[in-house]
């Protein structure tokens, strides 16, 4: 992989990494909650050479709907100032592969906070690494009866503690420098908003 800027400002993370053939190169992350597209410019220009690269990549959701807005015009704006390509990928892939890579038991499901009482949920397995099944999102108790046992990893596993206190959970945010563990082909989404349900609103018929 070329020398490549990796954005993440899909969920209360605000995170970003020069990585360049499997190595780090430079990081900074901060769980802001709020206020990514204050801090998010600062943080790339407090990376080495002001964070220029080779390539961006960033995360496209699903999460917060502005936090992913901003890292994606972000990515786009220093892709087309620097002439470089913007790809992106899935803020579930980046945190099971990390989890995956911390020794939590495959198959295992990220559970993502999603808003309006929902989680953003799925399954990914290792060796190879893999998605089981497609992005969804659901209410807790339906994630915790799709859960069936596995361990989950993720910031909404705070909603299904409280309803089953012998789960695995761990809960965990994206993290920018661990694009360093997805494989190829899981970094090559379009930089579009994947946001994981359809909107509130709706267009008059």
């Not at 080779?54 to 496209?60: F, M, P, Y």
């Not at 790809?87 to 592969?97: D, F, I, Q, T």
């Not at 909404?156 to 695995?168: H, K, N, S, Y």
């Not at 994947?194 to 018929?205: C, F, I, M, Q, V």
């Amino acid at each position: 992989m070329p020398l490549t800027l990796v954005i993440d400002t899909a969920t209360a993370a605000c995170s970003v990494a020069l990585i360049e053939d499997g190595r780090v190169i430079d990081a900074r992350h901060d769980v802001v909650g709020r206020g990514h597209a204050e801090r998010l410019v600062p943080m790339i220009a407090d990376l080495a050479d002001g964070g220029r690269a080779e390539a961006i990549l960033v995360d496209v959701g699903p999460g917060s709907f502005t936090g992913i807005r901003v890292g994606i015009a972000a990515a786009r704006g220093l892709g087309l100032g620097w002439n470089v390509p913007v790809a992106g990928y899935s803020s579930m892939a980046l945190v099971a592969a990390a989890a995956l890579a911390r020794g939590i038991a495959s198959p295992l499901a990220v559970v993502l906070e999603g808003g309006h009482g929902e989680v953003f949920m799925q399954t990914f397995a290792a060796s190879p690494f893999a998605a089981l099944d497609d992005l969804a999102s659901r209410r807790p108790d339906a994630a915790l009866e799709a859960l069936a046992g596995k361990p989950a990893v993720g910031s909404g596993t705070r909603w299904l503690a409280p309803l089953d206190a012998a789960l695995m959970l761990h809960e965990a945010l994206p993290v920018a420098a661990d694009a360093i563990l997805l494989p190829e082909a899981f970094t090559t989404l379009p930089a579009r908003p994947l946001y994981g349900r359809a909107p509130d609103a709706k267009l008059p018929s």
